[in-house]
Every structure is written in C-alpha cells, then in structure tokens.
C-alpha cells in the first residue's frame, strides 16, 4: 500500500532527484546552515574515532589491496586511498562505534554514509568550496531522511545502509552538479547496489557498519556510472520492485513529504548520540544515571532496573547479555548498557574496548538485573516515550520518565557539550594528530562556508604534513 501516491511514475525518485540537483548554499536557512556544521564536525570525531575501533586496521588493509591511488584521506590515520576506497572505510569507522549522529524519526544515520562519499570525492576532484558541501549534505539528507520517514513499519533493512546510500549518491550528484535526470540516474544506479540486512545488527557484527561503509562506496560508483553517461532505474522507489516496495514492506505513505522539500529541512532535526551505543538504549542510560545521581544509589542498591519502551527499542536492543560479548553487540545489548552507566555513572567509548570491560563480572552480575517490557506503542519507528523504574533493596521503587531523549532535536546538547565530545573521540585517533590540530579543524568547520577547498579541510584529518 503507497498512501498518498498520485501517479504511477515514481514521483518520489523524480521529486527528490529534481530537489538535490537545485539545491544551493543560498537556499539554506542560517539555521539550517549551523545544524550542518555541528553535525558535520561530529561526524568527523567519530569517524576519527572509529580508526582504532575493531574492525578498523581489518577494512584498511583489505581496502589497500582494491587499487592504487592516494586521492582521499582515510580519517584518522597517515594513508589515503582511492576515492571509492577511502569512501568504504571511513563510513565504516564512522558508524563503527554506534556514536554517530542520527534523524530519529527515519531512523537513519544519513552521514555516516554522506559525508565519507561527499568529503572522498571533494578530495578527488578538487575545488570544493565548504558552501558546496554544506549544500550536499543539506541536499543528501532531504533525501536519505524522507525514505525512511515515509516508512510505516519497523526496519527491514539495515535503513542507515540503505537509505543512506540514496542519501550519499544525492549528495554526490549535487556536488557534481549533476542536472535532475542524471540525478535520477545515480539514484537509479545506487539502487543497483544498494545492500543492508540487519541480520548484522542481531548479532552486533561488525559487517553492520561495513555496510554503511559499501553504500558510501557505491554512491560514488554510482555517480560515477552516471557522469559517464550510463542509464540509470526509471522507478528506483516506487516501481514494481522498487526501494519502498522492497525494502519498507510495501507500506509507505508520502505524506506531505514531498509537497515540504525545500520549506523543511531535515539536517535541522538530527539528534547527537551523547553515550557511544546504539540509540535504543539510550532512553534507559538516562534514566538510570538520573535516578543514580538524584538518590545518590550504588550498584548493590538495586535489585531490578525495568526500561519500559516502544516495540522499535525491543527489536533493537532487547537482547540477551553475554559473558564474552563482541564490542559491537554489547554497544546494542541493553542490559550491558544499562549496566555499564548504572556501575560507572557514565557510558564511555572506552568501556567496550578489550576483554577487562567487556568480560567484567561486575558488570554482567548487574545486568542479569535489567530487563524490558514493551509499552504498546503502535508506531513501529518510535523511539519514546520511554521509562525507567528501579527496584531497590530496601523496598522503595523510583521511577524516570523520558518522553524525549537527551540529545534529541528537542533536547540538543549544548555547544560546550558537542565540543566536549568531539574532543573526546579525537584521542583515539590510530594517527597521533595533537590538540591543536584538533582546534583547528573545529575552527575550519565553525567557519566552513568560508573555506575554499575542502582538501583543506580534510588534510586536517590525519596527521600533520602526512
């Protein structure tokens, strides 16, 4: 069922392609302009992050035997690679870390697979002002974040992997500045490519941000293709086998999704992730580190914690806690989570790195303690309300309510607060880059529309004079 479909010639694909091929830096509101900053530079801190995450030295040497060339930086490091290449590995440590930025309501983390492929290719092709990738990614995200807010059930697909790629190729159109039907064209070509199955996420694999990783790659093969003149799908969403037939269960509804482009602009409405795990757990690290710090409670005062959520957090991280789990799969496992915070009064990005964090038999004796109970809520892609109730030793019974989540659109970080995080992630950089390079890339993104080239701005991602 297409809601609010008026014709049968995919005027999803046409309207979102005609839309990222005219967007300029012009068209963007001041507001919208200093939202993409933000998230840009957060996208970059995880991303350097995520060069010693696991996984990370695996997908770099296997990329470095994919062809020669040193266009693109890989973040983080001293090595550049081709552009496609570094594309693939950057998006992978980007999302590595479940820390990166995120549209709630779609349910994708549209630049973990944009800026990777948009930043690759200014690399590549030189004379990328900052104007033009914050109207790229402007323009990438309207279209990524649309896809999956005109979803109605709960994911198929990995959405960040796949939505994010038609993000990630729309950006890259518009970069090239590629008309409205070679715009087409590249969405056409993506949905060639396009991959993401969760069945990564169940098992907390790192095959989930690789995915991120091959969609960002095939976002710049697919413009590519279609620069050269290769014709891309006419339908490559609504047509018979279509991207939302397909992948969304064959139940969308457009909405006024369409009719809003160019008056609503979704960058404006991305969430931080303030805790590095994946967002669904995040309802319950709040009200766990609310409860411990107003009453002033210890691990050994608890004797139940129950984190009441939507069916979308159940399906994601309602998962089973491990004696050994997989870095990956504790960041999505609730119960460890919830542990981690409730123990340390914080969840921080080092407390799944090696097996003394992981294997903790502190942490593992608490989150036997933690369990969830679904709230009945009928959207199957919400994220809140939320609740936390503790059960103490003592008999009392405490309760927070979290009807929207920390970080969230509605409750953004403050700016000290987005740059504490940055700072933070730029100290597991695989390259030693230094503080003050680390100011000077905050300098170069606050005043991003002032840049000439954008290799300007990615030689401050890797280490200097590398």
Not at 267 to 296: C, M, N, Q
């Amino acid at each position: 069922m297409i809601a609010g479909m008026p014709d049968p010639a995919d005027p999803v694909a046409r309207r979102l392609a005609a839309h990222a091929a005219a967007i300029r830096f012009e068209d963007l509101p001041p507001g919208v302009v200093a939202r993409a900053k933000t998230f840009i530079l957060d996208t970059l801190g995880v991303g350097i992050a995520g060069s010693t995450a696991q996984g990370a030295a695996a997908v770099l040497a296997a990329a470095q035997g994919w062809g020669s060339g040193a266009e693109s930086r890989v973040w983080g490091t001293a090595q550049r690679l081709p552009a496609p290449q570094a594309a693939l590995v950057n998006g992978f440590q980007v999302h590595s870390q479940e820390y990166d930025c995120l549209h709630e309501g779609a349910v994708v983390h549209a630049l973990a697979t944009l800026l990777p492929a948009a930043l690759a290719q200014a690399e590549r092709a030189g004379g990328v002002t900052g104007r033009d990738l914050i109207a790229a990614v402007a323009a990438g995200v309207d279209v990524s974040c649309r896809l999956g807010l005109m979803a109605r059930q709960g994911l198929r697909f990995f959405r960040p992997a796949t939505a994010g790629g038609f993000g990630a190729a729309a950006a890259l159109a518009n970069l090239r500045r590629l008309d409205a039907e070679a715009t087409l064209a590249v969405l056409g070509i993506q949905y060639g490519q396009t991959s993401g199955s969760m069945q990564a996420h169940v098992e907390g694999s790192p095959v989930l941000p690789l995915q991120v990783g091959m969609n960002a790659r095939a976002a710049i093969q697919a413009a590519d293709l279609a620069a050269a003149g290769l014709p891309g799908l006419a339908e490559p969403f609504l047509g018979r086998h279509g991207y939302l037939r397909l992948m969304e269960f064959d139940d969308v509804d457009l909405g006024d999704l369409l009719e809003s482009l160019g008056s609503r602009w979704l960058i404006a409405e991305f969430a931080h992730k303030p805790y590095p795990s994946g967002r669904a757990t995040h309802g319950g690290v709040e009200g766990v580190l609310a409860l411990r710090a107003a009453h002033g409670l210890r691990a050994e005062d608890v004797a139940e914690v129950v984190v009441t959520a939507p069916p979308l957090i159940h399906r994601l991280v309602n998962r089973p806690d491990l004696p050994s789990p997989a870095p990956n799969y504790a960041r999505l496992c609730m119960p460890f989570v919830v542990a981690k915070a409730l123990l340390e009064g914080e969840v921080r990005l080092d407390q799944f790195r090696g097996t003394g964090a992981l294997e903790d038999p502190a942490t593992h004796a608490l989150a036997a303690r933690v369990r969830m109970e679904p709230d009945g809520n009928t959207d199957q892609n919400a994220l809140v309300p939320q609740a936390v109730t503790l059960r103490l030793t003592d008999g009392r019974v405490l309760h927070h309510a979290i009807p929207a989540m920390r970080a969230a659109a509605t409750r953004p970080l403050t700016e000290a607060e987005h740059l504490a995080k940055f700072r933070g992630c730029w100290g597991y950089a695989a390259a030693p880059l230094g503080a003050a390079r680390a100011e000077r890339l905050i300098a170069t993104v606050a005043g991003l529309e002032a840049l000439d080239d954008c290799r300007d701005l990615a030689a401050l991602l890797g280490p200097e004079g590398e």
